[in-house]
């Protein structure tokens, strides 16, 4: 309508005689002559019908050049002529044609992001439909492989996709996650055995690593697929000439290696059952100092089963500087030999918190947290997951949801501080005291977190307030009632070990500054040795601060 008024005003105003200005414009009959017009006179129903004019014209113009440019800048132009319609049908057709040409997924997509609603879209998403598969039965992408193979299980290429994602799989399979994971995923592929031998092969120098040398050459003579590890003889070879200088009976030797200042593995083990929960919180914590992957069990035992939450904080963090010590590929191996035995087990609370720590101790922190989260029971605590909740929050630098945790760890230990029950009678009370050190131990804990929360300007002051009330009190009141314990347990028992009863760590922390010594000692007292000591330093030690020393003392100069 609003065009044909138009029309019928410029009928009129020829008719009547127009300014001259109108009458170069409508000889000219372009775009150019129009606009300048308008310039001219901008207002009056001459200018509405000289616009109607300006937008047939740069219609045809676009459908002359019939481009996707052309068409957009048309609509644009004018959003609200007539012509806008048959416009849009013109441009979605020229990019229906030019995504169909193209035809790939990518441009299939971008097409009916483009036109929604358009007239082509049913077309067009079969046409996405059939790209998608074509693209996933030849790409090098697992995953697209595997979403085309479950999309079209009849196709005829099925069998050629099925063999490529073997090969890719394998090919991918760079640690024993992934090898663990291609045995699981393709239990006919062509690959398992090269698979069983690399997982045979980390095994096996996980035992060397260890010094476990007879136990490794037992299990390859043992193995069916022992025969296939071609390099084993010379690895061996290289330990047992590691060996046969690190069991030198030179003091100085003797006092660069860590297990020169521990217990044995297998002493530490039986402490791990001893009476009292502090020799067995100490064991753990010294066990911690063995880089040996022959710890690992005892110290999981120890932490599923160690009813006082010290000795499991203790096993969780010797667990931690054991795997970071070990060769990461060895460290890979042992956490995902035991993820695929607990795959196979019922699941508990239990199952879960060892799944999450092992989860969390290789890296995985995201899977890790939905395993602390299944494992935890919200009306019986475990202070252990609380106690890591705090400190993987801290590091993430979420200070409020630390503070959370902390204030469930400090509830926790308001909990046992009074409900743990203190008697002279039917012995000493060693479980009670032991019990109440880690209420202690989990009050202060919380409390310095709430404390560090406070400083970061985190949101929620009040809560944050009200929490640290909360950690306050749980110190106060565990304080007094360990005090109360520990004074019942000496009149008894006059020599007993107190909470604070640091012996093992400042044994260990003594054990550093030796080993740093006799290493800087080695080089100009055992010259012939010293590469050896150094190198075994750097690469075994559980220290991060020897681990550097031996390497900055390889890094000098030989005289």
Known sequence: MRAFRALCLLWLLTGCGLPRA???????????????????????????????????????EAKRLH???AYKRFIEAHPEDSHVRAARALLEGLRFNAAKDEGTAAALRQFLR??????????????????????????????????YLQEAPEDPRRLEV????????????????????????????????????????LEVEGLLFSGLLEEAQARVAAHPLGAKLEDFPARLA??????????????????????????????????????????????????????????????????????????????????????????RPVAQYEVAVRLEALREKAGSPELYLRTAVLLDLSGRVGEAAAEYQRAFLPEDPDP??????????????????????????????????????????????????????AAVRSARLASETLGRARAANTEFPEDLEGFGVTA????????????????????QSPGARTCGDDAVRERLESAVAERRAALRSVGARLPRLAPVL?????ARDPSGDIRAEAERLLARPTP
């Open 22 to 60: 109108y009458e170069r414009a409508r000889a000219s009959d372009t775009v150019e002559a129009y606009r300048e017009f308008l310039r001219q006179y901008p207002e009056g129903d001459e200018a509405e019908a000289v616009e109607v004019r300006i937008a047939e014209l740069e219609f045809e």
């Open 534 to 538: 150094l190198e075994a330093a750097r």
């Open 162 to 201: 099925e063999s490529r994602l073997d090969d890719e799989s394998f090919a991918r399979a760079a640690g024993a996650t992934e090898l663990f994971a291609y045995l699981r995923d393709f239990p006919a592929g062509r690959y398992r055995e090269q698979a069983k031998v690399k997982l045979l092969g």
């Open 384 to 437: 252990v997951v609380l106690r890591r909740w705090v400190g993987l929050r801290e590091a993430r630098h979420q200070a409020f949801s630390a503070a959370v945790a902390a204030r469930q760890l400090s509830l926790w230990a308001l909990r046992v501080a009074r409900e743990e029950t203190l008697s002279a009678e039917g012995g000493v009370p060693l479980a009670a005291a032991r019990q109440l050190c």
């Open 472 to 491: 306050t009190e749980a110190l106060k009141l565990s304080e007094a009632r360990l005090a109360d314990a520990e004074l019942l347990l000496r009149q």
């Open 67 to 69: 481009t996707v440019v």
């Open 238 to 327: 290289r330990a047992r000439a590691e060996r046969a200088v690190l069991l030198q009976p030179d003091a100085l030797v003797r006092s660069a290696q860590v297990e020169h200042y521990l217990r044995s593995i297998e002493d530490l083990r039986r402490s791990l059952g001893a009476p009292d929960p502090m020799d067995r919180w100490q064991a753990a914590q010294e066990l911690g100092q063995h880089v040996s992957v022959k710890v690992l069990d005892p110290l999981l035992e120890a932490l599923r089963s160690g009813r006082n939450p010290i000795i499991r904080w203790q096993a969780l963090d010797s667990l931690e500087t054991v795997l970071r010590a070990l060769p």
């Open 114 to 147: 483009d036109h929604p609603d358009g007239a082509q879209r049913e077309e067009a998403q079969r046409l996405l439909k059939a790209a998608e598969l074509q693209e996933a039965s030849s790409t090098r992408d697992p995953a697209r492989m595997r979403e």
